[in-house]
């Protein structure tokens, strides 16, 4: 089992960007949600319901089951799952992904969802690896220009320093590490590793010991010392492979693709996951691993269509089984693929299973908090009318959009020279960017005057 160098993708966190300020679900000891903690605000019942499953999920009794929140949008549905993600810690694998995104071209739908099950499934290992270790003294990202879509800036390599107590290297990192580097929100003061051959990256916690680290009042990360010796050594590490990983191993490993470097992009052949599965059940049965059910978070559920919900509840029942979280703001709607009209647009069977949690729209107060948590976190600065303002519009039009216009806003102010933003850059901001159900109005209007 040593040695087999598998190139393992980090566990997916994408999209996660506007969530980054949610480091758990702020709970206390005996599970009550405390009003402001871990970066949620409110949402108490909802937060605590979330603590339940996640007891659930650590004692193994999710087996079979799933989760679906239900509430209008910007009510903090996606913020929960993440949250969930969170407590459940880095090495439980967590993917998220859109409903929409089962309708490809190129791959069938239940391709997708399979694919997608079994990135949230690990299995943890124990190997001895070279790693490179250290507390991060700085990190320096190159980025450039994306070559289909140029106003993307694309992450291409880094420049990190580590440092033992005993010795500092600088380390330059290509574009995969680099990535992983960024999704899981490396910085200053963090203590991390580097897996020498494959990239993987690995936060084992922080360190109070480095003067300059910004550091938070309450910190969930695991605080530890800065290693001693070598930043380059061997060590053994319990590594979580997802059967993903496994099964684009397995199928490089016996085709002559792998002699030219290339990987699976399309499809895994089903003979290949029997044969992971069988490996699998046998390093479980010898005690060489132990199986680690991640959380498959699927936002917009009702966006996904018959076929793929009863793909979805026949993974549910199977003998490795992710756990399953819904997400969808719809109430009675029609199952897509069928003319079959049912709650949150889903089949009733996969209803029966699924634990529903609901998440309320917020109030001015629980604006306001949750809006400078995110200028916080984005290291913005905002004077008491431009918050004010901000709060006015997350409660009147909705919270993601008070929230999606404080970047806008944040280059509105640095164009007039000013490193706060002022109410009258989120005004600007405000009359440049309309919410939703404003730019639906404004095209209704023009309609009415088209059909005249
Ligand atoms: N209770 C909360 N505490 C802190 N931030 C929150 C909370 N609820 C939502 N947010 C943040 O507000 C924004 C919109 O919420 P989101 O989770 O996307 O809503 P939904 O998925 O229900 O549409 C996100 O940036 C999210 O992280
Ligand atoms: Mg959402």
Do not use: C
């Amino acid at each position: 089992m040593s040695g087999i160098g598998i190139r393992v993708e980090t566990v997916a966190r994408r999209r996660i960007g506007s969530h980054s300020h949610i480091r758990g679900l702020g709970l206390d000891e005996k599970g009550k949600a405390v009003f402001k903690a871990d970066g949620l605000v409110g949402q108490i019942e909802a937060r605590e319901a979330a603590g339940i499953v996640v007891k659930m999920i650590k004692e193994g009794k999710m087996a079979g089951r799933g989760i679906l929140f239900v509430g209008p949008p910007g009510t903090g549905k996606t913020a929960l799952a993440v949250a969930i993600a969170r407590e459940l810690g880095e090495d439980t694998p967590f993917v998220m992904m859109s409903g929409s995104e089962i309708y490809s071209t190129e791959r069938k739908k239940t391709e997708v969802l399979m694919e997608a099950v079994r990135k949230s499934l690990g299995v943890r290992v124990k190997e001895v690896r070279k790693v490179y270790e250290g507390v991060v003294k700085e990190v320096k990202i190159r980025r450039s220009r994306h070559p289909m879509v140029p106003y993307y800036a694309i992450p291409v390599e880094a420049k990190i320093t580590l440092a033992t107590k005993d010795e500092e290297v600088t380390l330059t990192v290509p574009e995969e590490v680099t990535q992983q580097v960024i999704e899981l929100g490396i910085r200053k003061g963090d203590v991390i590793w580097i897996d020498a051959e494959t990239g993987r990256v690995h936060r084992v916690g922080r360190t109070k010991e480095l003067e300059g680290a910004r550091t938070y009042d309450i910190e969930v990360k695991k605080v530890v010392e800065i290693p001693k010796g070598s930043v380059k050594k061997e060590k053994e590490i319990v590594t979580v492979l997802t059967l993903h990983d496994l099964d684009v191993y397995f199928a490089t490993q016996r085709s002559l693709v792998s002699f030219f470097g290339l990987t699976f992009e399309r499809e895994i052949p089903s003979e290949v996951r029997r044969d992971v599965d069988e490996t699998i059940k046998k390093w479980l049965d010898q005690k060489k691993a132990e199986l680690v059910p991640g959380v498959l978070f699927i936002d917009d559920a009702h966006m996904l269509d018959i076929e793929a919900f009863s793909f979805l509840t026949r993974a549910m029942e199977s003998e490795f089984a992710p756990i399953i979280i819904l997400a969808t703001n719809r109430g009675f709607a029609k199952i897509r693929g069928t003319d079959i009209e049912s709650p949150h647009g889903m089949p009733l069977d996969l209803l029966d299973r699924l634990l529903i949690i609901p998440t309320r729209p917020y109030n001015a107060d629980e604006v306001k908090e949750i809006i400078l948590i995110r200028a916080e976190e984005m290291e913005i600065e905002l004077s008491k009318e431009a918050l004010d303002k901000l709060v006015d519009l997350g409660v009147k039009r909705s919270l993601r959009y008070a929230v999606q216009l404080l970047e806008p806003a944040r280059i509105i102010a640095e164009d007039r020279g000013s490193q706060r933003i002022e109410l009258q850059d989120v005004e600007q901001a405000s009359k440049l960017f309309i919410d939703v159900s404003t730019s639906v109005e404004y095209l209704r209007q023009y309609e009415q005057m088209f059909l005249k």
